[in-house]
């Protein structure tokens, strides 16, 4: 029996409800959304609400975008979905082609998903299989970074910084791992060069997210870091993992944030802004000396591993409308340009009270602050109260905008920012 009042009928349904990250004892009741145009999100009570935050960086072409919904409702009347173990379909044929074309050259397989964290579960059981397959299975644990985060899944989780993420409780649960400083002087490289000399013989892999450490800490590394970083795993033939989950599809102002270091990783992962933000899939890529170990005569060689709805046809449908846009559009001058503006428009903040840093790489811009003096989680719902849509977390403001986002949208965003911090 349903209630008739609409009000408290919505009360009693958002009861069943258990959300992400969140304490349910105490948190408020989430705001309701009505629908999505562009770069706004909808409320039911009629608000609009600018997008900074790409629904968690994936939709990099606003919401609702033509080419992209037509796609798949071309493909939704043809077939939403079939199982991909004995069957294959076009969609995904194309996507693999597509990705293997646009992704650094030697990346020539590609393994579907069903979301980011999976992507990296599928990345680090490739890594530990192919050392299995040629004869190493000692090589065994990971090298990961302080400040880094790879998802929520249990292996995604071992391979995040145990003490600085939201997993705390699940410290060494599955995968083992060395955690380490990112280096950033001579002098910390040749620590680090020294230390997988030491340790490489049970190493199976290194994983990184380039450039950029998001849920860490919004935290930047040079290009010429990682490119060392790559050559030091090449050099004591360690797996070399670029988790692009976030990085991936312009947001760092290359295509992909290996292309500015000039790298070619053993691994990359796929997530967020593969459909353009419109459905969930991930894809994990892999070189050809990666496939080729786990072909044999042998059954238990073959990689072990399906999801249900791995290269669905509906997300494939996305991904390669999104690839579209990218091949059509000035997605990249776009993040160029959003760049430029955030680099104007949030250095006003340098100057301000309790800001500790400002950073900004492509269609990312931080503002890193004193929580000891700025309670950041009071700011959320301020934030909504002034039309914009930003969820600052651990020490940063940070905005991460749709790539079509507007001047005027972009400098309301910043406007904000600018607004919460003044004295």
């Known amino acids: 029996m349903r209630l008739k009042d609409n009000d408290v009928e919505m009360k009693i349904e958002s009861t069943n409800l258990w959300l992400p990250y969140t304490q349910m004892q105490t948190a408020p009741e989430p705001l ?69 074309a646009i992704t650094p050259p030697g990346l020539n397989k590609v393994f579907f998903g069903d979301s980011g964290s999976v992507a990296v579960e599928i990345a680090l059981k490739l890594a530990l299989q192919y050392w ?124 992909f944030a290996c292309d500015e270091a000039g790298i070619t990783p053993d691994i990359m992962c796929l997530g967020k802004a593969l459909t353009g933000g419109a459905i969930t899939l991930g894809a994990t890529l892999a070189t050809d000396d990666i496939f080729n170990s786990f072909l044999s005569d042998k059954p238990e060689d073959a990689f072990m591993h399906g999801p249900t709805f791995m290269a669905n046809p509906l997300a494939c449908s996305a991904a390669n409308a999104s690839l579209d846009l990218f091949e059509h559009e000035p997605r990249l001058k776009q993040v160029e340009a959003i760049e430029a503006q955030l680099v104007a428009e949030l250095t006003q903040c340098e100057s301000l009270p309790h800001v500790v840093d400002v950073r900004v790489k492509g269609a990312i811009g931080v503002v890193q602050v004193n929580v000891e003096k700025i309670d950041l989680y009071a700011m959320r719902p301020e934030f909504a109260k002034r039309g914009v849509w930003l969820r600052p977390f651990k020490d940063v403001i940070y905005i991460m905008p749709p790539f079509t986002i507007s001047k005027d949208e972009l400098s309301q965003l910043t406007g904000a920012v600018r607004m919460m911090l003044q004295p």
């Open 32 to 100: 309701r959304v009505l629908s999505t145009n562009g770069c706004k999100i909808i409320l039911e009570d009629g608000r609009e609400l600018i997008d900074g935050i790409s629904s968690w960086w994936s939709a990099c072409h606003g919401y609702n975008h033509p080419h992209i919904v037509a796609e798949m409702e071309k493909q939704l009347k043809i077939m939403p979905h079939v199982m991909f173990a004995g069957l294959m379909h076009e969609q995904a044929s194309r996507l693999a082609s597509r990705l293997c």
């Open 132 to 255: 299995r397959n040629v004869e190493k299975p000692h090589k065994d644990r990971f090298i990961c970074f302080k400040n880094g985060y790879h998802g929520d899944t249990m292996g995604a989780m071992s391979v995040s910084d145990p003490e600085k993420s939201l997993h705390k409780a699940f410290r060494n649960s599955v995968i083992k791992q060395y955690v380490l400083d990112i280096p950033s002087d001579e002098y910390s490289f040749a620590e680090f060069d020294s230390l997988l000399a030491s340790i490489h013989g049970n190493v199976a892999g290194l994983i990184i997210e380039p450039l950029v450490q998001g849920a860490g800490g919004m935290i930047f590394h040079s290009a010429d870091t990682l490119a060392e970083l790559h050559r030091i795993a090449k050099k004591h033939h360690i797996l070399f993992i670029a988790d692009e989950i976030a990085t991936g599809f312009g947001r760092t102002g290359s295509m």
